[in-house]
């Protein structure tokens, strides 16, 4: 039973060019969030989907950044025109519904994809 | 989002000791209240949550609520190497599914 698996894990872009992250939830779960963590700073979050809906992205960035969780395939990431400072840790979380987490819905989190600009 | 803040570290305390980690938070909104371990350069895991006011024990690990001064708490006992860590406090209310994180206390267990 494969967890949340996210890929790249590593990622390098120079400045003006596009970063794609992909997230692939748990078996089971549809409910798919993102999450920035910038160095020292904890997990921001950026952005909650369900298939084919965007529930919430109050945390996005209001430029260059944008989300989707097709029908088929994982939940994508993807920031245009890349800057210095987006280099960070992004990181996807899924749970089997949306709701609060608790025991019975935790959000599972992958092992992220650290995004450098160089 | 809701403020999330945690005592500064790095925390460094011997093996066996009590690792004592605090949380405030601003939004006296916020219902459910988490514990998430980080090993460096990995995902955040979950390793404790807690509901109500009062201690909830889990192992080597009791949370601590105490809403009316907003404020969290996490102790591990008998601290191993193991322990050594990034613990992230992180909160939500009631009808949010988004968590809010604190910045994170470093926990360095010695040998």
């Known amino acids: 039973n494969a967890g949340v698996m996210q890929n790249p894990r590593h990622l390098v872009r120079r400045r003006g060019q596009e970063a794609r992250l992909r997230c692939s939830p748990m078996?089971?779960?549809?409910?798919v969030y993102w999450y920035r963590q910038l160095p020292e700073e904890g997990l921001k979050f950026m952005v909650y989907?369900?298939?084919?809906?965007?529930?919430?992205e109050s945390g996005m960035p209001k430029e260059r950044f944008s989300a989707e969780f097709p029908k088929e395939g994982p939940s994508i990431l993807r920031i245009q025109q890349v800057v210095r400072g987006d280099s960070a840790a992004y990181f996807c979380?899924?749970?089997?519904?949306?709701?609060?987490?608790?025991?019975?819905?935790?959000?599972?989190f992958g092992q992220g994809t650290r995004l450098t600009v160089v | 989002q809701k403020e999330v803040e945690q005592n500064s570290g790095p925390l460094s305390v011997p093996e066996g000791a009590i690792a004592s980690l605090n949380c405030t938070y601003s939004?006296?909104?916020?219902?459910?209240f988490f514990w998430y371990r980080q090993y460096s350069g990995k995902s955040p895991e979950l390793i404790m949550f807690?509901?109500?006011?009062g201690d909830k024990e889990d192992g080597r690990f009791t949370a601590q609520l105490n809403k009316a001064s907003q404020y969290v708490s996490l102790l591990i006992r008998d601290s191993q190497p193991s322990d050594s860590a990034t613990y992230l406090c992180?909160?939500?209310?009631?009808?949010?599914?988004?968590?809010?994180f604190g910045a994170g206390t470093t926990v360095t267990v010695r040998a």
């Open positions: 989907l369900q298939k084919e809906n965007i529930i919430d």
């Open positions: 979380a899924s749970s089997p519904q949306g709701v609060p987490p608790d025991q019975n819905t935790e959000a599972f």
């Open positions: 992180a909160v939500t209310d009631t009808n949010d599914y988004k968590l809010s």
């Open positions: 078996k089971g779960h549809s409910h």
């Open positions: 807690i509901y109500s006011n």
């Open positions: 939004d006296r909104g916020s219902q459910s």
